[in-house]
C-alpha cells in the first residue's frame, strides 16, 4: 500500500509540474505593439553597428539591403499561433506532440532561410569584413547558448570539456 501511495505521488507531482508548464504556455500572449516596436528598435540598432563595424562599401549596399530583408524576423501567420488554453487541455499527448514537431518544422524553415540569407552575402565581403562579420556571429551565439555550457568551457574559446 505504501509504495503505491508513494508511485502515486510521484506521478501526481509529475503531471502537475506539466501542468503549470503548459499553463505558462498557453498563457504567454503575443508581444505587444510596444513591445514589438522596441523589438525593431533594437534590431535597427544593432544593424546600424555590424554595418559601420563591416565598414560597408557603396559597392556592397545593395547585398546588404538584400541581406537584411532577407535576416528580418517575421511574425507567424495566425493560425500558427499557440493554441489556447481551452485548445490545449482539449488536446491528446499525441496532438501536442503533433503541434511541438509543427512548430519546430517551421523554426528549421527559418533557420534555413537565414542560413541561405547568410551565405548569399558572405562571399561579398572582403576577407577582413568576413573577419568581422565572424566575430559578430560567435558574440551572438556565445550570448545566446555559451554561458549555459553545453558541455563547453565557461572561458572565452574554452575546449569542450565535460563537467
Not at 506532440?97 to 552575402?121: C, I, S
Request: proline share 6%.
Amino acid at each position: 500500500m505504501f509504495k503505491f501511495r508513494k508511485q502515486f505521488l510521484i506521478g501526481l507531482t509529475a503531471l502537475s509540474i506539466g501542468a503549470v508548464g503548459i499553463t505558462a504556455y498557453a498563457d504567454s500572449a503575443a508581444p505587444s505593439a510596444e513591445q514589438q516596436a522596441k523589438f525593431a528598435e533594437h534590431m535597427a540598432k544593432r544593424q546600424a553597428k555590424l554595418h559601420d563595424d563591416l565598414k560597408i562599401t557603396p559597392a556592397q549596399e545593395g547585398a546588404w539591403q538584400t541581406f537584411i530583408a532577407k535576416m528580418k524576423p517575421t511574425m507567424p501567420a495566425p493560425s500558427a499561433q499557440r493554441p489556447s488554453k481551452e485548445e490545449l487541455a482539449k488536446q491528446t499527448a499525441p496532438e501536442r506532440l503533433e503541434h511541438e514537431a509543427d512548430f519546430l518544422k517551421r523554426a528549421q524553415a527559418r533557420l534555413a532561410a537565414r542560413t541561405a540569407a547568410v551565405k548569399e552575402f558572405y562571399p561579398v565581403l572582403t576577407p577582413e569584413q568576413q573577419k568581422v562579420f565572424d566575430e559578430h556571429f560567435r558574440k551572438m551565439h556565445h550570448g545566446r547558448f555559451g554561458h549555459h555550457g553545453f558541455g563547453r568551457d565557461h572561458q572565452e574559446g574554452g575546449s569542450a570539456a565535460p563537467h
